[in-house]
């Protein structure tokens, strides 16, 4: 049978509103404001903020964590435990993360969203408290299981706004991530171990002198509760009017109108979301594709992550810079400010011109060769040596924003809304796969590299003798 030709009208507005719908409601206020949704954005920047900063604010205390719960017999042995603790909560979210998405498009994407906060709450406050090893993965595991935040934020993110904005929604969700990875340390780093760091303010025997390590975790948890009371003020954005195909060509009409979408791009647009409905996730290879790179992407960015510490404090004998650990946090913080400052003032003009997918392709052909500058720092000094690497770590920071917010477009434009929540949580899951494996397996390659230095693949002291020689010969 021919395929059904898309109609020759669009229905009215009149015709596919339905009044009880929330989403009906979210896309007739997209119809009616044509600015930016300041306050949904806000709402979308705390929550994702949330789902961050659990992630990274256990790295500066977890060696110190490990060793006080008694669980390794050998100093040496402490990393090896330490990176279970830091693996169960990807391993927890990427086991769920499809389920979550799937939940979002039934009932909502504000239930799965509250749910996921309240598990922080619950779950992250309990990790500061933990007195023994298990209790430690325990916590982390139900943290990770409970996590549908990400899926479900940049499926809304997209749908909040009209579609012009729709790449500044999910830059929104890409910064505040961003950020979350920045000032998790940091608050983990100061407020961990408070009775030793700051003893005329916090003494030995209260609260947080017997328990060093919940101060930092019961801080993101107070920050989750704000954002919780805050989600009761979300508006809710997936249409709910049954399960048939023509309430499904009804939704993509309203979605279309709200984005002010004319008829020839009504017909379009209605044609590609019909054979996206019409097919399993797995058969769309738009999507797939798009998680492929996005998964590919962020096992480099969680490598460049665990790597760029290590190798900014290593001794330049072994090809590092030597800093501090004061000097690396700064680095992170101008990285930090400068990616907000690119996002907020910048970022909205470019993608306008370019659009997202021609402007992810343009950095990602630049950040080749701006990795792989990262090396050569080693030869500089001074002045020069803290300007290169701030720029380049900042550039690096801007570049990955970018490319992970063209992906996220992708996605969410590859399938229709009601596959939306289901398809972000397929990519939450795979990246959360690699993600888990990244931190190790960039450790490993990072300690062969330095200590093979004189292989002839690589940049050492003793391959580039060999070189000289070599061309003297």
């Known amino acids: 049978m021919a395929e059904r030709a898309a109609p020759l009208l669009a229905p009215s507005e009149e015709a596919t509103h339905h009044e009880n719908c929330p989403g009906c409601r979210q896309d007739r206020r997209n119809r009616l404001h044509l600015g930016i949704p300041y306050r949904e954005f806000f709402y979308v920047w705390i929550v994702a903020l949330c789902s961050a900063l ?102 809304y993110a997209s749908e909040v706004c009209r579609k012009e904005y729709q790449a500044l929604g999910l830059s929104v969700v890409d910064t505040s991530w961003a950020m979350g990875l920045v000032f998790g340390p940091a608050i983990g780093g100061f407020l961990a171990q408070p009775a030793e760091k700051y003893p005329n303010i916090f003494s030995a025997e209260c609260l947080f002198g017997r328990f060093p390590y919940f101060l930092p975790c019961l801080c993101i948890s107070l920050f989750s509760v704000g954002a919780l009371i805050a989600c009761f003020w979300l508006p809710e954005t997936l249409h709910m009017h049954g399960e048939s195909k023509v309430e499904d060509e009804h939704i993509n009409v309203l979605e279309a109108l709200s984005n002010g979408s004319n008829l020839k791009g009504y017909r379009g647009e209605t044609k590609q979301r019909r054979l996206f409905s019409d097919q399993s996730l797995l058969k769309n290879w738009l999507l797939m594709s798009s998680i492929i790179v996005y998964c590919i992407f962020g096992l480099q ?4 992550s665990e ?44 993608e306008k011109h370019l659009g997202p997918i021609n402007l992810t392709r343009a950095v ?57 929540g289901a398809a972000n949580g397929m990519a939450v899951t795979a990246l959360s796969l690699f993600k888990a494996f990244a931190p190790a397996g960039a450790g490993i390659l990072f300690s062969w590299a330095q200590n093979h230095q004189g292989v002839s693949i690589l940049p050492g002291k003793t391959s580039s003798k060999k070189a000289l020689i070599m061309l003297s010969k």
Request: contains cysteine; glycine residues 8%; hydrophobic residues 50%.
């Open 54 to 155: 659990p992630i990274s604010s256990l790295y500066p205390f977890l060696y110190f964590m490990i060793r006080d719960l008694d669980i390794a017999k050998r100093e040496e042995d402490i990393g090896f435990y330490a990176g279970f603790v830091g693996s169960a909560f990807m391993l927890g979210r990427a086991s769920t993360s499809i389920l979550w998405g799937m939940v979002a498009d039934r009932y909502g994407r504000r239930p799965v969203i509250m749910i996921s906060l309240l598990a922080v709450i619950v779950f992250n406050t309990l990790f500061g408290l933990s007195t023994r090893y298990w209790m430690a993965i325990m916590t982390r595991s139900f943290l990770g299981f409970l996590s549908g935040l990400l899926g479900p934020i940049q499926a």
């Open 301 to 304: 960015s969680t490598a460049y």
């Open 307 to 350: 790597i760029f510490s290590l190798w900014s404090v290593s001794n330049k004998k072994y090809g590092g810079l030597s800093f501090s650990s004061q000097e690396v946090g700064m680095v992170l913080a101008i990285s930090g400010i400068s990616l907000l400052v690119y996002q907020l003032v910048l970022f909205p003009h470019i």
């Open 364 to 420: 990602a052909a630049l950040l080749i060769p701006l990795l792989a500058s990262y090396p050569f720092m080693t030869k500089l000094s001074g002045f020069i040596l803290n300007l290169s690497v701030n720029c380049a770590s900042s550039l690096r920071s801007i570049f990955s924003s970018t490319i992970t917010v063209g992906l996220n477009i992708l996605q969410n434009n590859a399938v229709s809304q009601h596959q939306r």
